[in-house]
Nanobody, 114 residues
Framework: QVQLVESGGGLVQAGGSLRLSCAAS????????MAWYRQAPGKQRELVAR?????ITYYADSVEGRFTISRDKNTAYLQMDSLEPDDTATYYC??????????WGQGTQVTVSS
């Protein structure tokens, strides 16, 4: 079983920056993709960014140019710059295995004040 521990959330003013981390431990063999999703109150969970095999990255249009996802072995990072109030949400780490199974972290809260 894999454990995902997220950290780095918090309260920041608009225009500020935060860096989220997601450390995977336990049964981590076969992780192919690591990603960050977010869910704001009353909204569906949405994909923010993903890093896959060969460090191929994907970003949602709403964060392109402001967020950067990276991966160091089994830890994923999300550098968030120029934060906006609409970025306020609970951010969840997600991993996908070569078997296509996936796992989720518990979430970390990001609040951006205007």
């Amino acid at each position: 079983q894999v454990q995902l521990v997220e950290s780095g959330g918090g309260l920041v003013q608009a225009g500020g920056s935060l860096r989220l981390s997601c450390a995977a431990s336990g049964v981590i063999f076969g992780i192919t993709d690591m990603a960050w999703y977010r869910q704001a109150p009353g909204k569906q969970r949405e994909l923010v960014a993903r890093v896959g095999s060969g460090d191929i990255t994907y970003y949602a249009d709403s964060v392109e140019g402001r967020f950067t996802i990276s991966r160091d072995k089994n830890t994923a990072y999300l550098q968030m710059d120029s934060l906006e109030p609409d970025d306020t949400a609970t951010y969840y780490c997600n991993v996908i295995f070569i078997t296509k199974s996936e796992a989720w972290g518990q979430g970390t809260q990001v609040t951006v004040s205007s």
